[in-house]
């Protein structure tokens, strides 16, 4: 056997590793966002048909922890109870982590729906959560459509596309879990970034 063939064959042994990678990746993916989905998480949440019981405007209000510590605070122009399943409509969210011993959190978006007894925070239109830096380094900021926050996990995730900028770095995929507490992020699917050096210091 000549130096090419053999060459060409380790060229198509190596192709065909990768191939098996990045379709395990894929279907990683592929699996990850169907089981969020299927766990009713990333479900679209159905306004309740029957009619609201109190509301209120210009408002804010603080979610203590089991220590009796401030976990979070959440304020809005306006916020509508329904009785029947015990939700919440915001118009114009903003959700602060008030734990010190993490890096501080805000979101934001143009509504929000709070969920199965204020666990969940949906998170609807212009979707937006910023991490402050660790360690000296730039904070995180992710946009998307829907965000759904888990306040007492510190978790934020998403089955819709997302955009993840920090410093620099900017990256693009579809389908999202970012853990404050261990401050790790994942994208799921489609990632595309972009890197653009910083300038040296003359």
Request: aromatic share 8%.
């Amino acid at each position: 056997m000549s130096n090419h063939s053999g060459e060409r064959a380790a060229q198509r042994i190596r192709l065909g590793v990768l191939l098996v990678v990045l379709i395990a990746l894929a279907l990683g993916s592929f699996w990850i966002l169907q089981t969020l989905r299927s766990s009713g998480d990333l479900q679209p949440y159905v306004r309740p048909t029957s009619k609201p019981d109190y509301y209120l405007e210009n408002f804010n209000y603080v979610k203590l922890g089991p220590t009796g510590l401030p976990r979070y605070d959440v304020s809005g122009t306006k916020m509508v109870h329904f009785p029947t399943d015990d939700s919440f409509e915001i118009t114009k969210p903003v959700v602060h982590s008030l734990d010190k011993e993490k890096p501080p959190m805000e979101l934001y978006s143009n509504t929000a729906r709070v969920t199965d007894d204020q666990t969940k925070i949906h998170m609807y239109g212009n979707a937006n959560a910023i991490r402050g830096g660790t360690n000296g380094g730039a904070p995180m900021h992710l946009v998307s459509e829907y965000l759904l926050l888990l306040p007492d996990d510190e978790i934020v995730k998403t089955d819709k596309p997302v955009a993840m900028t920090m410093g620099t770095t900017r990256l693009n995929g579809v389908g999202m879990i970012a853990n404050n507490a261990t401050q790790e992020v994942q994208l799921l699917g489609n990632v595309r970034g972009y890197y653009e050096p910083t300038q040296k210091k003359r």
